[in-house]
C-alpha cells in the first residue's frame, strides 16, 4: 500500500489528510482516507470528524473524499431533503401516526384496470380473483415482544391478566405476545376474532395459519364470560364516579372561603 499524507487546509491548523491506495488484491487502485488530529487521534469517516469536531467547524459542505469544502454539495443535499417526505417527519414536529409495524409489501397480483373514454358502454374490468387483503408476513406480531406502555410519571404499567381460556399458537408462547396480537387484531381488523379454528394450524403454524386472525387457540365466548365481564364494568364505572365526586368534593373545598378572627378572606 502506498500512503500519502498533506496538510487539509479545510480544517483547523495541524489536521492532516492521509490517502491510502492499495496495490494488490481485487480492491487494486482504490484508495481509503483518514484524517488525523494535531494530537495524532485518526478518523475513518465523516461522522466521527463531525462529532470530535462539534460546533467549531461547520463540516455541512465538507466533502470527506477530497478534503475540500463543496458548497454545492450542501446545496443539492438542501433540495433533496426540502423535497424528501420522509424528512418531513424529522423537522421537529410529532409524528401522529398510529399505524402498527407492519412490513409494507407491494402487491404482487394484477391490480384493477380502468379504460376512461367517453363512450357509454366503458366498463371496469377486475380480477376476480384478486384478493382484496394485502399479503402480511406471517408471525409479523412477534416485532411488538417487549414494547410495554407507561403512565404520565413513566412508570410502565402491569400487563392485563388473559383468560385461562386463551392459548397462543406459535414459536413465541408468552402471555405478553398473546396479548399484544389479540389487541392488535382489534385495532386492526373489523372482522370476529375467532382465533385459529383450523387443526393443522397448531401442528404447522408456518402453513397453515390464518392471518386474518390473532396467534391464539380457537375460543368461544359463553354468557357467563359477558356477565362477568358486565360486572367488572359496572365496577370500573362505580370507581370512577366516586374518584370523580372525590375530586369535585377537594376543589369544592380548596376555593372556600377562609375565615380568620371572624373576618372573610
Same mark, same amino acid.
Given at each position: 500500500?502506498?500512503?500519502?499524507?498533506?496538510? #487539509?487546509?479545510?480544517?483547523?491548523?495541524?489536521?492532516?489528510?492521509?490517502?491510502?491506495?492499495?496495490? *494488490?488484491?481485487? *480492491?487494486? $487502485?482504490?484508495?481509503?482516507?483518514?484524517?488525523?488530529?494535531?494530537?495524532?487521534?485518526?478518523? +475513518?469517516?465523516?461522522? !466521527?470528524?463531525?462529532?470530535?469536531?462539534?460546533?467549531?467547524?461547520?463540516? $455541512? #459542505?465538507?466533502?470527506?473524499?477530497?478534503?475540500?469544502?463543496?458548497?454545492?454539495?450542501?446545496?443539492?443535499?438542501?433540495?433533496?431533503? +426540502?423535497?424528501?417526505?420522509?424528512?418531513?417527519?424529522?423537522?421537529?414536529?410529532?409524528?401522529?401516526?398510529?399505524?402498527? &409495524?407492519?412490513? /409494507? %409489501?407491494?402487491?404482487?397480483?394484477? !391490480?384493477?384496470?380502468?379504460?376512461? %373514454?367517453?363512450?357509454?358502454?366503458?366498463?371496469? @374490468?377486475?380480477?376476480?380473483?384478486?384478493?382484496?387483503? /394485502?399479503?402480511? /408476513?406471517?408471525?409479523?406480531?412477534?416485532?411488538? @415482544?417487549?414494547?410495554?406502555?407507561?403512565?404520565?410519571?413513566?412508570?410502565?404499567?402491569?400487563?392485563?391478566?388473559?383468560?385461562?381460556?386463551? !392459548?397462543?399458537?406459535?414459536?413465541?408462547?408468552?402471555?405478553?405476545?398473546?396479548?399484544? %396480537?389479540?389487541? *392488535?387484531?382489534?385495532?386492526?381488523?373489523?372482522?370476529?376474532?375467532?382465533?385459529?379454528?383450523?387443526?393443522?394450524?397448531?401442528?404447522?403454524?408456518?402453513?397453515?395459519?390464518?392471518?386474518?386472525?390473532?396467534? #391464539?387457540?380457537?375460543?368461544?365466548?359463553?354468557?357467563?364470560?359477558?356477565?362477568?365481564?358486565?360486572?367488572?364494568? #359496572? !365496577?370500573?364505572? +362505580?370507581?370512577?364516579?366516586?374518584?370523580?365526586?372525590?375530586?369535585?368534593?377537594?376543589?369544592?373545598?380548596?376555593?372556600? &372561603?377562609?375565615?380568620?378572627?371572624?373576618? %372573610?378572606?
Amino acid at each position: 500500500m502506498e500512503k500519502k499524507r498533506t496538510d #487539509c487546509p479545510a480544517l483547523p491548523p495541524g489536521w492532516k489528510k492521509e490517502e491510502v491506495i492499495r496495490k *494488490s488484491g481485487l *480492491s487494486a $487502485g482504490k484508495s481509503d482516507v483518514y484524517y488525523y488530529s494535531p494530537s495524532g487521534k485518526k478518523f +475513518r469517516s465523516k461522522p !466521527q470528524l463531525s462529532r470530535y469536531l462539534g460546533n467549531t467547524v461547520d463540516l $455541512g #459542505c465538507f466533502d470527506f473524499r477530497t478534503g475540500k469544502m463543496m458548497p454545492g454539495k450542501l446545496q443539492k443535499n438542501k433540495q433533496r431533503l +426540502r423535497h424528501d417526505p420522509l424528512s418531513l417527519a424529522k423537522g421537529g414536529k410529532p409524528d401522529l401516526n398510529t399505524a402498527l &409495524p407492519i412490513r /409494507q %409489501t407491494a402487491s404482487i397480483f394484477k !391490480q384493477p384496470v380502468t379504460k376512461v %373514454t367517453n363512450h357509454p358502454g366503458n366498463k371496469v @374490468k377486475t380480477d376476480p380473483q384478486r384478493g382484496t387483503d /394485502q399479503p402480511t /408476513q406471517v408471525f409479523w406480531e412477534r416485532r411488538l @415482544k417487549g414494547l410495554r406502555s407507561s403512565d404520565a410519571t413513566e412508570e410502565v404499567l402491569r400487563n392485563m391478566d388473559l383468560p385461562k381460556g386463551l !392459548q397462543s399458537v406459535g414459536p413465541d408462547s408468552s402471555d405478553e405476545t398473546l396479548l399484544s %396480537t389479540i389487541a *392488535s387484531a382489534l385495532h386492526m381488523s373489523s372482522a370476529p376474532i375467532t382465533g385459529q379454528t383450523s387443526v393443522a394450524a397448531e401442528k404447522n403454524p408456518a402453513i397453515w395459519l390464518n392471518t386474518s386472525q390473532p396467534l #391464539c387457540k380457537a375460543f368461544t365466548i359463553t354468557d357467563e364470560h359477558i356477565r362477568e365481564q358486565e360486572l367488572k364494568v #359496572c !365496577q370500573a364505572r +362505580r370507581s370512577l364516579e366516586e374518584a370523580l365526586m372525590a375530586d369535585g368534593f377537594a376543589r369544592a373545598a380548596e376555593n372556600a &372561603p377562609v375565615v380568620l378572627e371572624g373576618k %372573610t378572606a
